[in-house]
């Protein structure tokens, strides 16, 4: 398939790579986004294996097929584990369109709590009260029947939380992934600040958190609007991420 399929596509997910990496929620050449593009989830969108998320262009990204075990011989081949995570989850879980991966920081730290919930404290907290799916069985990297086992895991929900590994986070576009992963960042960096003062949390009831949470929901065209003032400025400082 010519690489000229899907190019919105393409520069969506571009534009999220590169911000990803501007804002430290990358970390090396590890972690990875895909996108899905065939009605069943399982053609999609992935970065190639050894690419920094700052360098990643639109044509950089490669367009596999979640049932094709020929991937890993190909010259441009995705990670090992994202290819074993981002195959099962577009396989299992069609309805993730967009699903990206990372070890940031703030995330992660909370990951590696043995409570890993994030209460309700502030709006950001809130948005996400209800919907994060926490992943309290690790068994090593996301690889064979690990991969499948997390990929089962989110259960409806835009977040999950991968105890003792990371953050994924999975939405219908691009724009609503990226918006979800960079407040769950917020959110969380909030929340672990918070920890390290020992002082007392004040801690929203339950139906401040849901009440916030359906407000955020109900925000009018949010994600989108953020997304494209990221792809404005992307365009302004760094338009070969289109090419």
């Known amino acids: ?16 790579f590169r911000w990803a990496a501007r804002l430290g929620l990358h970390e090396a050449i590890a972690n990875h986004f895909s996108l899905a593009v065939s009605a ?27 049932d094709d075990p020929s991937t890993l011989d190909r010259p441009d081949a ?7 995570l981002h195959g099962a989850l577009h ?4 309805q993730a369109r967009c699903v990206l991966h990372t070890h940031s920081k703030y995330a992660t730290a909370l990951a590696c709590l043995a409570d890993s919930h994030l ?3 502030e709006q950001n907290c809130m948005r996400f009260f209800e919907r994060v799916a926490i992943d309290e069985g690790f068994d090593g990297m996301g690889l064979g029947d690990e991969a499948e086992r997390v990929s089962r895991l989110l259960d409806g929900k835009p977040v999950l939380l991968m105890g003792n590994h990371g953050v994924m986070v999975a939405a219908t576009s691009v724009a609503q992934a990226f918006d979800d992963l960079y407040y769950f960042e917020r959110a969380c960096e909030t929340y672990i600040t918070a920890l390290a003062t020992g ?14 949470a359906r407000q955020w929901l109900e925000y009018p065209d949010f994600a989108e609007k953020h997304f494209a003032a990221l792809r404005r400025m992307l365009d302004r400082e760094e338009v070969e991420y289109r090419l």
């Not at 398939?1 to 393409?10: F, P, V």
């Not at 069943?40 to 979640?66: M, T």
């Open 1 to 16: 398939m010519d690489k000229l399929d899907h190019w919105q596509a393409r520069i969506d997910l571009a534009c999220a």
């Open 40 to 66: 069943d989830g399982r053609q999609f969108l992935i970065n190639p294996y050894g690419k920094h998320f700052s360098e990643i262009r639109a044509s950089d990204l490669i367009l596999v097929d979640a």
């Open 78 to 84: 995705p990670d090992i584990t994202a290819w074993a």
């Open 91 to 94: 396989r299992n879980q069609p």
């Open 119 to 121: 209460p309700p404290i």
């Open 199 to 212: 002082r007392p949390l004040r801690i929203a009831s339950d139906e401040v958190a849901r009440k916030t």
